[in-house]
Nanobody, 122 residues
Framework: EVQVVESGGGLVQPGGSLRLSCAGS????????IGWFRQAPGKTREAVVC????????YYGDAVKDRFSIWVDAAKNSLGLHMKDLKADDTAVYYC???????????????WGQGTQVTVST
């Protein structure tokens, strides 16, 4: 059975940091392009970062470049997202995903989880 489980979300003040994690089972993240996307209330989904299965390079969205960084633990079949200098606009449900190619959301991801809520507020 395929499972993707995100964790680590929460409430953080503007300027703060948060670290999200994602564990996969029933498949290998190594076999896919992988990354994170998010969805804020009333908005469409937005690709955050994607590591391409072709070149294993990370491609970040303009809104998060230089503030977010993705990490991968292949041995544990997990990945994460370190977020710093958080802003109110970063408030969203964050999903990790495995897809056929980058950027995420050009087509429906193959696997993704239930998401974890990140709220940036005073």
């Amino acid at each position: 059975e395929v499972q993707v489980v995100e964790s680590g979300g929460g409430l953080v003040q503007p300027g703060g940091s948060l670290r999200l994690s994602c564990a996969g089972s029933g498949f290998r993240f190594d076999d896919y392009s992988i990354g994170w996307f998010r969805q804020a209330p009333g908005k469409t989904r937005e690709a955050v970062v994607c590591i391409s299965s072709d070149d294993r390079l990370a491609y970040y969205g303009d809104a998060v470049k230089d503030r977010f960084s993705i990490w991968v633990d292949a041995a544990k079949n997990s990945l994460g997202l370190h977020m710093k200098d958080l802003k109110a606009d970063d408030t969203a449900v964050y999903y990790c995903a495995a897809a056929q190619s980058c950027p995420l959301l050009t087509s429906e991801p193959t696997f993704w989880g239930q998401g974890t809520q990140v709220t940036v507020s005073t």
